[in-house]
């Protein structure tokens, strides 16, 4: 029963372009929510956030929105750039509870120079 | 470096022997959390501490799998009785309070021969 899916596992971008990325939960019961990115053999960084409270979140380059109706939320990163080559993972969380975290598959991005 | 720290960063063993992981928290983290990633996958919730208190856990935990978090500082995940379906990589996860993110340090990676 995979509750956030990441249905792109991968995607090309071309450099300074805008890259999106998408998600979909099914809990209605989470309530915050996270984008991490990922290197090769280290740990998930965390990128951004948002509050169900919230449809729109922003931090420089990097913009979530939450479509709570859909149950869907997306990362938007202006502009790419070849740093950003990671691979992606979408988080939610039920905040009545532990705040333990259910991660989709991941989307691999690479931005191309 | 003030991250969360794992230890060791890969280990590998034979199946059926038993293998013990450290996690070393931010300072004054108090919750802390761990998950486990294999190939393809996001990770995956294995248990949650608040200070020496274990709260939850999942039912991926079978029962040679026991984490302790003695004096609410640092933890170990030990396995007893390896099987080839314990590879992956071992998480780590650190918070300081509600709404705020989970750090995650760099994982183990375990590989079972």
Not at chain 2, 73 to 100: K, P, W
């Amino acid at each position: 029963d995979q509750q956030v899916k990441q249905n792109s596992p991968s995607l090309s971008v071309q450099e300074g372009r805008i890259s999106i990325l998408n998600c979909d939960y099914t809990n209605s019961m989470f309530d915050y929510f996270l984008w991490y990115k990922k290197y090769p053999a280290e740990g998930p960084t965390f990128l951004i956030s948002i509050s169900s409270i919230k449809d729109k979140n922003e931090d420089g380059r990097f913009t979530v929105f939450l479509n709570k109706s859909a149950k869907h939320l997306s990362l938007h990163i202006v502009p790419s750039q070849p740093g950003d080559s990671a691979v992606y993972f979408c988080a939610a969380s039920d905040t009545s509870g532990t705040y333990k975290y259910i991660f989709g598959t991941g989307t691999r991005l690479k931005v191309l120079a | 470096d003030t991250g969360v720290s794992q230890d060791p960063r890969h280990k590998i063993t034979k199946r059926g022997q038993n293998v013990t992981f450290r996690c070393d928290p931010i300072s004054e983290h108090n919750r802390l959390y761990w998950y486990r990633q294999t190939l393809g996958q996001g990770p995956e919730f294995l248990t949650y501490f608040q200070n020496e208190a274990q709260l939850e856990k999942s039912r991926l935990l079978s029962d040679r799998f026991s984490a302790e978090r003695p004096k609410g500082s640092f933890s170990t995940l030990e396995i007893q009785r390896t099987e080839q379906g314990d590879s992956a990589m071992y998480l780590c996860a650190t918070r300081v309070g509600d709404n705020q993110p989970q750090h995650f340090g760099d994982g183990t990676r375990l590989s079972i021969l």
